[in-house]
């Protein structure tokens, strides 16, 4: 079935240290993987994403990269401040469902 | 632009009851879905809907059900409500067209079941 799997489930750097999020998902069709940011209480926030025909992606600090072969996609964040402080959801849509498809999520916690 | 809205932002209700959740897309957005947030098992998707037709469907009993209307906004529907339905109920929105996942969430709704 669909299935996204998300390491590690928690996750604790110093400030200025990278981090680094990893994923796998099941269905091989999935074209499309999205990360999404939520602090507490408030909504989850796109950060980056990346589709199938593309293996790297950055944004500033933040980096996505994708392993169709292996089935698998990492969120890089370099130079950690404070501020991204947050739980952290890796996602992916299966074929062209349109549904999202997520990972359990990180809590990244960044210790000034 | 104005973002996704939902409303209400809380509610409290008793087993048994049933519940009606609204959800208001960007402007132009013509897909919306809902998902279900709870600390033990996290987001899970619950159904979209374009331009008034459930497109795709999750893994929920019927008691979950949602429309769409023509100007786009949707509502979510929980009948006989359960002490597990407590969640944050989310809704997202994006254009819609074939490919196209640029999706925006609302700040969902927090529903408390007694």
């Known amino acids: 079935g669909e299935n996204v799997e998300q390491h590690p489930s928690t996750l604790s750097v110093q400030e200025g240290d990278s981090a680094v999020i990893k994923c796998t998902y099941s269905?091989?069709?999935?074209?499309?993987f999205p990360w999404y940011k939520q602090e507490l209480g408030k909504r989850p926030q796109l950060i980056i994403d990346i589709r199938s025909n593309v293996g790297e992606k950055k944004d500033q600090r933040i980096a996505v990269t994708l392993n169709k072969t292996a089935k698998h996609f990492s969120l890089h964040i370099t130079e950690t401040q404070p501020e991204d402080s947050a739980v952290y959801f890796c996602?992916?849509?299966?074929?062209?469902?349109?549904?999202?498809?997520f990972g359990q999520g990180t809590t990244l916690q960044v210790k000034p | 632009k104005a973002g996704v809205t939902q409303t209400p932002r809380y509610l409290i209700k008793t087993r048994g009851q049933q519940v009606t959740l609204s959800c208001s897309p960007i402007s132009g957005h013509r897909s919306v879905s809902w998902y279900q947030q709870t600390p033990g098992q996290g987001l899970q998707f619950l159904f979209e809907?374009?331009?008034?037709?459930?497109?795709n469907k999750g893994n929920f009993p019927g008691r979950f059900s949602g429309r769409q209307f023509s100007n786009s906004r949707s509502e979510m529907n929980v009948s006989t409500l359960e002490l597990g339905d407590s969640a944050l109920y989310l809704c997202?929105?994006?254009?819609?067209?074939?490919?196209?996942?640029?999706?925006?969430f609302g700040s969902g709704t927090r529903l408390t079941v007694v």
């Open positions: 809907y374009f331009s008034e037709t459930q497109r």
């Open positions: 997202a929105s994006s254009f819609g067209g074939s490919k196209d996942y640029g999706y925006t």
């Open positions: 269905d091989s069709a999935s074209n499309y």
């Open positions: 996602a992916a849509i299966p074929g062209n469902t349109g549904k999202l498809i």
